[in-house]
Nanobody, 120 residues
């Protein structure tokens, strides 16, 4: 069993930056691929960015490429999402995810979510 705890959401102006963190309990082999998904108002949950346990494979949504960077500290079982040049359309609840063996499909473990609001 893996528990995920997110932090770092909030209100930011367009063009601003935020850094999300997600700490996972459980061993590395259980945690697996870690990543971030988001769900905006009236939208389905979508992949934002994922990263493999080996750190060698990363997957980004086209809409965030060049603006968001995912990173991971395996010693701390923590994944980060650095979000720069934020846009109003990035407004969503961001969910941490783990447990998958693929960077393209979500695992079975989800955090409770953290709200990111981009508005002037």
């Amino acid at each position: 069993q893996v528990q995920l705890v997110e932090s770092g959401g909030g209100l930011v102006q367009p063009g601003g930056s935020l850094r999300l963190s997600c700490a996972a309990s459980g061993s590395g082999s259980t945690v697996g691929v870690m990543g971030w998904y988001r769900q905006g108002p009236g939208s389905q949950r979508e992949l934002v960015a994922t990263i493999s346990t080996s750190l060698t494979t990363q997957n980004y949504a086209d809409s965030v490429k060049g603006r968001f960077t995912i990173s991971r500290d395996n010693a701390k079982n923590t994944v980060y999402l650095q979000m720069n040049s934020l846009r109003p359309e990035d407004t969503a609840v961001y969910y941490c995810n783990s447990g998958s063996y693929s960077t393209r499909v979500p695992g079975r473990y989800w955090g409770k979510g953290t709200l990111v609001t981009v508005s002037s």
